[in-house]
């Protein structure tokens, strides 16, 4: 079955970094493009980023563009997003998702506060 497993969150600082992973497995990897969302309290789960089967090409919302990177390693089915220059209003739950069949990670939170 389809599992897909998040790691990284935790405090930070504003304009402080993390990186957050996602493990895939259950599926060939590198056939779906992959996506991150995050979930803010009291709002509704909104996309910060996704990346195409191969990795050759990314999205991402003007709330996140040049602070955000989506990156992935087909051979280790696995799928990165690394947040720079964080500030408080991006403290959310984030999760992993694969859009064909809409798979969701579990999540993990990110709070960014001094």
């Known amino acids: 079955q389809v599992q897909l497993v998040e790691s990284g969150g935790g405090l930070v600082e504003p304009g402080g970094s993390l990186r957050l992973s996602c493990v895939a497995s259950?599926?060939?990897?590198?056939?779906?493009?992959m996506s991150w969302y995050r979930q803010a309290p009291g709002k509704g789960r909104e996309l910060v980023a996704d990346?195409?089967?191969?990795?050759?090409?990314?999205f991402y919302p003007d709330s996140v563009k040049g602070r955000f990177t989506i990156s992935r390693d087909n051979d280790e089915n696995a799928v990165y997003l690394q947040m720079d220059s964080l500030k408080p209003e991006d403290t959310a739950v984030y999760y992993c998702?694969?859009?064909?069949?809409?798979?969701w990670g579990q999540g993990t939170q990110v709070t960014v506060s001094s």
């Open positions: 998702m694969r859009p064909n069949g809409l798979y």
């Open positions: 259950g599926f060939r990897f590198s056939d779906f493009a």
């Open positions: 990346i195409s089967s191969l990795g050759s090409t990314t």
